[in-house]
């Protein structure tokens, strides 16, 4: 008999900080990294006869993120409490958004290994974010410097099926929130995060099966483990005839394990009430339209832009399109040279490891590359030249082309000195020659490596190979005429 398949239902709660200069109730700072508890003031603390005042920007905010994501925008929606004690939320409350959010219905779409699929977005709300836990020895210090800081909770429909998808879905979502100014993004000081929930069911059924949370991942890497682990762990469970629990769980990045954190809440044991202490979020048509107008290019537009513009491939557009600063960078040299496939090459894989993220910044200008794409498009100099050159442009700013020919590195194109180069590496290695006669063909390897040595990496190295090639041939067939 062969064991029941499954099939994962995912679904990624998101946790967004809002990039706004203060808090959402106050109107204190929201720098990170600050001493602790020095950004805090009694109305994020939750102080007896405090008000909250609600952070119009961060409204506006949450709205150019509903609009990026294809939601419906309510005209009218409310703040809720949702109570649950923890030490880091002082108030014993946390002021969200629960029956009347202020999006809704929208939709995001993950390209992956060449396909595409939309994914639901259920909701999206805005809420404050509680304070930190510090855990030092036998010590638990509390840092009420996040307390208020805004957020907004982008809560998609269970569409996802595995944990790649849903690390593409997270970058997809990033790329979009970081593009239209609504969050800075960083995972590392812990601005975008998620929760994952998860279930197993039959494959071929329609019904759900028990759903496991797990809390806050901050990684796109960590996200897809913690998915693939739980699948895991899920499938062996009901395998052996045992039930899931409805739980929480957090995910061990070291030893790459979901572990059970607490039983899951429902919704009834957040007792959910009314805000009292603020008024309805009223919307106006024009208002709506102010906003939506104030929109970038998003990433979807900007990627068939610039494959149909520079003909660049569809993975290295989306490379580009999800750091703005990056893809501007690109069009700029771009801009500059018949050979923009060239320069993005160039870019992504030579240049791109010595950047500075978030955000992007180059120790190479745009016009270097562009000058430096253009020799190499040129053939006036070969691949390795370029790279050398690059590698000396990260450390000191000097012009390539200038370079080139003081140093006499333009690349060696003439079939007569190329000729003489493959003559003398043939006669340099005569064992490489005799294992390519007898059809260990990777001896070339060797004599290519041979030629480029003695050029000083200036070979043309296509040309070059196309020598060797004729030289290689017309002396097996010598070889074979002598002994026939």
């Not at 090639?469 to 010598?478: C, F, I, P, R, V």
Request: aromatic share 6%; hydrophobic share 40%; glycine share 6%.
């Amino acid at each position: 008999m062969s064991e029941i398949s499954y099939e994962a239902i995912i679904g990624l709660e998101v946790h967004a900080e809002l990039k706004t200069a203060s808090k959402i109730f106050c109107a204190c700072p929201t720098t990170f990294g600050a001493p602790q508890n020095t950004q805090c003031c009694p109305v994020c603390m939750g102080h007896p006869g405090t008000l909250p005042i609600l952070n119009r920007h961060a409204v506006e905010l949450a709205i150019r993120a509903g609009l990026a994501l294809n939601c419906e925008i309510a005209r009218q929606s409310r703040t809720d409490r949702k109570h649950y004690f923890y030490p880091d939320l002082p108030k014993a409350y946390q002021i969200s958004q629960n029956e009347i959010p202020l999006c809704k219905n929208g939709r995001l779409t993950v390209s992956m290994d060449g396909f595409s699929r939309e994914i639901g977005i259920a909701r999206i709300h805005i809420e404050e974010d509680a304070g930190k836990l510090i855990h030092a020895g036998n010590e638990t210090r509390i840092d009420f410097n996040r307390c208020g800081v805004p957020l907004i909770e982008i809560v998609s429909k269970p569409d996802l099926r595995s944990g790649a998808e849903a690390a593409a879905y997270l970058k997809a979502l990033r790329a979009i929130l970081s593009r239209c100014g609504v969050s800075d993004c960083k995972m590392q000081e812990g601005s975008l995060r998620c929760d994952v929930n998860i279930s197993l069911r039959e494959m071929g059924s329609e019904a759900f099966g028990t759903r496991v949370e797990i809390k806050n991942i901050n990684s796109f890497a960590f996200v897809e483990k913690a998915i693939h682990y739980e699948i895991t762990r899920q499938t062996e469970l009901l395998r052996r005839g045992e039930e899931i629990c409805m739980e929480t769980r957090r995910f061990d990045s070291v030893k790459g394990v979901t572990e059970l954190m607490r039983t899951k809440e429902s919704a009834e044991d957040y007792r959910y009430l009314p805000e009292p202490d603020l008024l309805a979020i009223r919307l106006s048509e024009e208002e709506i339209e102010r906003i939506a107008d104030t929109l970038p290019e998003l990433p979807a537009a900007q990627i068939t832009r610039l494959t149909e513009t520079y003909g660049i491939r569809q993975k290295d557009a989306e490379i580009l399109s999800a750091e703005l600063l990056l893809s501007d960078f690109f069009e700029a040299a771009a801009a500059k040279t018949r050979f923009p496939q060239i320069a993005l090459n160039l870019l992504l894989t030579e240049l791109l490891p010595h950047c500075a993220s978030e955000p992007f910044s180059s120790p190479v200008s745009w016009t270097r590359l562009a000058e430096l794409a253009e020799l190499l498009g040129e053939g006036e100099i070969n691949s390795a030249t370029a790279k050398k050159l690059l590698s000396r442009l990260i450390k000191d700013d000097f012009s390539p082309a200038d370079t080139v020919a003081k140093e006499g590195l333009a690349q060696i194109r003439d079939t007569d000195q190329l000729q003489l180069l493959v003559e003398n590496a043939m006669q340099k290695m005569p064992q490489a020659v005799k294992d390519w006669l007898h059809g260990r063909y990777a001896a070339m390897r060797s004599l290519q490596g041979k030629i480029m040595a003695e050029s000083g990496g200036r070979a043309d190295p296509v040309l070059a190979e196309e020598l060797l090639t004729a030289s290689l041939e017309a002396l097996k067939n010598g070889k074979e005429n002598l002994e026939s």
